[in-house]
């Protein structure tokens, strides 16, 4: 079956510019989730939604970051007056709810110029 | 706050050569630790999820183990296909429903 896609797959924007990066769950996964993956460190948390519930924005680095999931599906990221650190590859992920599996997308590598 | 710590950073094997890569965590009530497989350029890729101590998992020539301070994946007769990055991560009790991960084990195997 289809898993989580991401759009696009590669950005190069300039710095000062936002950026949208989308997230597709898998067909039925209510919880959806956003990851960040900079060269040489670990995966970081930035944003969970479960459903119609608030959002877990906890991880969200700066108020540059937000995040949208509209009819409980598909998912924007938007970063605002981009700068050269937000370089890095962005995922997301999504499970059957908030306890299973997470799934990850291929990810929207950015680069900041 | 829940941290992971993963050894080691690096790992040549020849093929057919046994080993054991590291996750070592502190969580705030454990709810799941996570092993995932990453190839370059690609999204990590699930492949066990352990719950609770003692608890084991395999997968062709993957098996997972658990204790309450550390998981090992230990590879059996690897093969160069088998050359990835592997993730650990936690799920806490404390932390909402995010994910801690360590900065992974590149693993390479050589004919």
């Known amino acids: 079956g289809a898993g989580v896609s991401q759009s696009p797959s590669n950005k190069v924007t300039e710095k000062g510019k936002d950026v949208e990066l989308r997230c597709d769950p898998i067909?039925?996964?209510?919880?959806l989730y956003w990851y960040r993956q900079s060269l040489g460190q670990g995966l970081e948390f930035l944003i969970y939604?479960?459903?119609?519930?608030?959002?877990?924005k906890s991880g969200l680095p700066s108020d540059r970051f937000s995040a949208e999931r509209t009819g409980g599906s598909v998912s924007t990221l938007t970063i605002q007056r981009t700068q050269q650190e937000d370089s890095a590859v962005y995922l997301c992920?999504?499970?059957?709810?908030?306890?299973?599996?997470?799934?990850f997308g291929p990810g929207t590598r950015l680069l900041v110029l | 706050e829940d941290q992971v710590t993963q050894s080691p950073e690096a790992l040549r094997l020849q093929e057919g050569e046994s080993s054991s890569l590291n996750c070592s965590y502190t969580?705030?009530?454990?709810?799941?630790l996570f092993w995932y497989r990453q190839d370059p350029g690609k999204g990590p890729e699930f492949l066990f999820t352990?719950?609770?101590a003692g608890e084991e998992k395999e997968k062709e020539r993957l098996k997972a183990t658990l204790t309450k301070k550390e998981s090992f994946l230990h590879i059996t007769a690897p093969k160069p296909e088998d050359s990835a990055t592997y993730l650990c991560?936690?799920?806490?009790?404390?932390?909402?429903?995010?994910?801690?991960f360590g900065t992974g084990t590149q693993l390479k195997v050589e004919l």
């Open positions: 992920a999504s499970s059957f709810n908030r306890q299973e599996t997470q799934y």
């Open positions: 067909s039925g996964h209510t919880a």
């Open positions: 939604f479960q459903g119609n519930s608030a959002p877990d």
């Open positions: 969580v705030s009530g454990l709810r799941g």
């Open positions: 352990l719950y609770s």
């Open positions: 991560a936690v799920q806490g009790g404390g932390g909402g429903n995010k994910l801690t």
